[in-house]
């Protein structure tokens, strides 16, 4: 894909694609029953997502979307009663500075996906507080086999808010990240994580 891409910017034609042709293949395709049309529509639709939630809210201060499929506690357990480490990802996290407030947006094209279990968990995930599931997210940088891209992640949030992440020593070297590297373990546990409390947690479909 990176080689088309460069093949075509290096051909001059990159502002020759379709949009229309590709937006209507999209809404074409999307009436067939195995086709992740939310996953693909989301590139056209996040350069106008902040713009439309402000409109929308009309709150003090301004949100933005600072993660995307920001992974929450799927609340699952093994046989034996013990939780799991498998996440559900809200498909966007926005954040208001202003106001202090965490903002789960889930995406959604069918009313027919819309259900109240999904509702319910949103709900309980709330509640948690926020220390509790950035928590969920900072275990996942310790190990399993998406260490590293968690910790990039982490990373990421950090430089997109960094009081959310409430560490401000947490700045892992590039070298800890390549592959076949060691030491990503005993860094994350000699991170001091004090996510703050008074950061208020909702949800909202979109």
Not at 138 to 148: A, L, M, N, P, S
């Amino acid at each position: 894909m990176a080689n088309w891409i460069n093949y075509k910017i290096n051909q001059g034609s990159m502002n020759q694609l379709n949009a229309e042709v590709i937006l209507s293949n999209l809404i074409r395709y999307k009436a067939l029953p195995t086709y992740q049309f939310e996953r693909r529509i989301d590139a056209f639709i996040q350069p106008y997502l902040d713009g439309f939630l402000n409109k929308h809210l009309q709150c003090a201060g301004e949100y933005k979307m600072i993660y995307p499929e920001f992974p929450l506690d799927a609340e699952a357990a093994k046989s034996n009663g013990e939780k799991t480490q498998h996440a559900f990802y809200a498909d966007y996290l926005f954040y208001n500075s202003t106001i202090r407030n965490i903002l789960f947006v889930e995406f959604k094209t069918d009313t027919e996906s819309v259900n109240i279990n999904q509702f319910n968990y949103y709900a309980r995930k709330c509640s948690l507080g926020w220390p509790t599931l950035l928590q969920f997210y900072i275990e996942k940088t310790k190990g399993g086999k998406y260490q590293k891209k968690y910790v990039a992640g982490l990373k990421f949030l950090k430089d997109q808010a960094s009081e959310l992440v409430g560490c401000n020593a947490f700045d892992p070297p590039l070298e800890l990240l390549e592959p076949k590297k060691s030491g990503i373990t005993n860094y994350m546990r000699a991170c001091a994580f004090k996510p703050p409390s008074d950061i208020t947690v909702d949800f909202m479909y979109l």
